[in-house]
Nanobody, 126 residues
Framework: QVQLVESGGGLVQPGGSLRLSCAAS????????ISWFRQVPGKGREGVLC????????AFSDSVKGRFTISRDNSKNTVYLQMSNLKLEDPAVYYC???????????????????WGRGTQVTVSS
């Protein structure tokens, strides 16, 4: 069974950067598309970015375009979310997830994702 573990969250000032990691165990990450979501209290999970099995990135949110990038290191079984120029609207718990498919589908419901990590908290504050 695939298990996903996020790390790298923390407190950063506006305009700062963080790199989140999503590490997998129990399966080979390079077989799957991996998506990042974020959630703030009282709201549903919002899709951020996705990377396909083949390394193609798809943005799920216009608000992160030009600021966030996604990449993968198959040798480390890890997907990264590089966040730059963080804004006061970016704080959330960030999750990685997969539906065990090879492609990214921006319109997919969160219900279609089979595996989720426990999340990592990102806080932006001056």
């Amino acid at each position: 069974q695939v298990q996903l573990v996020e790390s790298g969250g923390g407190l950063v000032q506006p305009g700062g950067s963080l790199r989140l990691s999503c590490a997998a165990s129990g399966g080979f990450l390079h077989n799957y598309a991996i998506s990042w979501f974020r959630q703030v209290p009282g709201k549903g999970r919002e899709g951020v970015l996705c990377i396909s099995k083949h390394g193609d990135a798809t943005a799920f949110s216009d608000s992160v375009k030009g600021r966030f990038t996604i990449s993968r290191d198959n040798s480390k079984n890890t997907v990264y979310l590089q966040m730059s120029n963080l804004k006061l609207e970016d704080p959330a718990v960030y999750y990685c997830a997969t539906d065990l498919g090879p492609f990214c589908f921006p319109q997919a419901s969160t219900d279609e994702y089979d595996y989720w990590g426990r999340g990592t908290q990102v806080t932006v504050s001056s």
